[in-house]
Nanobody, 121 residues
Framework: QVQLVESGGGLVQAGGSLRISCAAS????????MGWYRQAPGKQRELVAT???????SYADSVKGRFTISRDNARNTVDLQMNRLKPEDTAVYYC???????????????WGQGTQVTVSS
């Protein structure tokens, strides 16, 4: 059993900052990529940022220069620092992790339950 638990969402004014975190626990052998997605009301879930086990990051164009993704491989955590937030960043943010349960096994993608981020104008 694997769990991804997000924390740190909330309400913030436009221009402000927020940091959300995600911790993976359970039967984990190794984690490849970890990432953050978001889904606004009436819209499809979209990629926000990803980070590989080696630390290579990628971002959606809409958040480049404002958001920073980071991870702690020893603690199986991934964070998203969000600066200069805009009302259009309002969404439920989901973390995910591609992980394996044992040596030589396939990697499977797991998702957290989501955390609400609301940016007021």
């Amino acid at each position: 059993q694997v769990q991804l638990v997000e924390s740190g969402g909330g309400l913030v004014q436009a221009g402000g900052s927020l940091r959300i975190s995600c911790a993976a626990s359970g039967r984990i052998f190794s984690i490849n990529a970890m990432g953050w997605y978001r889904q606004a009301p009436g819209k499809q879930r979209e990629l926000v940022a990803t980070v590989t086990s080696g630390g290579t990051t990628s971002y959606a164009d809409s958040v480049k220069g404002r958001f920073t993704i980071s991870r702690d491989n020893a603690r199986n955590t991934v964070d998203l620092q969000m600066n200069r937030l805009k009302p259009e960043d309002t969404a439920v943010y989901y973390c995910n992790a591609d992980l394996s349960h044992s040596s030589g096994s396939f990697y499977y993608r797991y998702w957290g339950q989501g955390t609400q981020v609301t940016v007021s104008s």
